[in-house]
């Protein structure tokens, strides 16, 4: 759930149902589930950028768990948290260079129509280190897999406000991803593949040089 996706900036319409389902979904199943895989990489009181928050559920359990001062960023209020959120175009983040000293990207770049552009403005705004989490495949079944997931995985926010919501599936390989961050002078301190249900997974925490 994340950055980069086009739409209309707001507060997403909301929906009982739809809340009991992202509530249940997102605050209490995903994000401790995810936030376990990499807060031992966030020290405490450190400030962190959630790029594509969505929700916010992961960023509020890092500050929790790490009292950290998290900022929420996205290109759409879909904020269930009391989080500060800011709102952004997708492209350039409105923010100072090294202003964090983290920032999450949380299986957000396949949803952003330029992932390299939001990446490059990760890197400029975090002080030490960036996480990443993606989705990732080795054959067009696991791709298959991934986008059907991700669509399912997302459907809610999607059908609270279908225009809030930005599909273009844009996965890499693991190796592909390693091309792309030695490209940008990042060094992959940690890395990790998993796998969710039918999903594969990969986890980067990376240093900047």
Same mark, same amino acid.
């Given at each position: 759930?994340? +950055?980069?996706?086009? $739409?209309?900036?707001? %507060?997403?319409?909301?929906?009982?149902?739809?809340?009991?389902?992202?509530?249940? $979904? +997102?605050?209490?199943?995903?994000?401790?589930?995810?936030?376990?895989?990499?807060?031992? *990489?966030? %020290?405490?009181?450190?400030?962190?950028?959630?790029? $594509?928050? +969505?929700?916010?559920? @992961?960023? %509020? /359990?890092?500050?929790?768990?790490?009292?950290?001062?998290? &900022?929420?960023?996205? !290109?759409?209020?879909?904020?269930?948290?009391?989080?500060?959120?800011?709102?952004? =175009?997708?492209?350039?983040?409105?923010?100072?260079?090294?202003?964090?000293?983290?920032?999450?990207?949380? *299986?957000?770049?396949? #949803?952003?129509?330029?992932?390299?552009?939001?990446?490059?403005?990760?890197?400029?705004?975090?002080?030490?280190?960036? !996480?990443?989490?993606? =989705? &990732?495949?080795? /054959?067009? *079944?696991?791709? *298959?897999?991934?986008?059907?997931? =991700?669509?399912?995985? /997302?459907?809610?926010?999607?059908?609270? /406000?279908?225009?809030?919501?930005?599909?273009?599936? #844009?996965?890499?390989?693991?190796?592909?991803?390693? =091309?792309?961050?030695?490209?940008?002078?990042?060094?992959?301190?940690?890395?990790? %593949?998993?796998?969710?249900? @039918?999903?594969?997974?990969?986890?980067? @925490?990376?240093?900047?040089?």
């Amino acid at each position: 759930m994340g +950055g980069g996706k086009k $739409g209309v900036q707001g %507060e997403s319409m909301k929906i009982p149902l739809f809340e009991q389902v992202l509530n249940y $979904g +997102g605050r209490v199943w995903w994000a401790p589930l995810i936030a376990k895989e990499f807060e031992r *990489f966030i %020290e405490k009181g450190d400030r962190v950028l959630d790029i $594509g928050a +969505g929700g916010g559920w @992961i960023g %509020e /359990n890092i500050s929790i768990a790490k009292r950290a001062e998290v &900022t929420l960023l996205d !290109v759409a209020d879909m904020n269930r948290t009391n989080l500060p959120l800011k709102v952004y =175009d997708g492209k350039h983040m409105p923010f100072p260079n090294a202003s964090f000293d983290e920032c999450l990207l949380l *299986f957000v770049l396949h #949803h952003c129509e330029d992932p390299l552009q939001v990446l490059s403005e990760a890197v400029r705004v975090a002080g030490k280190r960036l !996480v990443i989490f993606e =989705d &990732t495949f080795r /054959n067009p *079944f696991e791709k *298959f897999l991934a986008c059907a997931n =991700d669509w399912i995985s /997302n459907s809610p926010f999607f059908l609270a /406000n279908p225009f809030k919501m930005n599909m273009p599936f #844009h996965y890499r390989r693991v190796a592909e991803w390693e =091309d792309v961050f030695k490209k940008l002078s990042l060094k992959v301190e940690f890395k990790k %593949e998993t796998k969710h249900f @039918i999903t594969r997974h990969v986890l980067f @925490i990376l240093e900047k040089k």
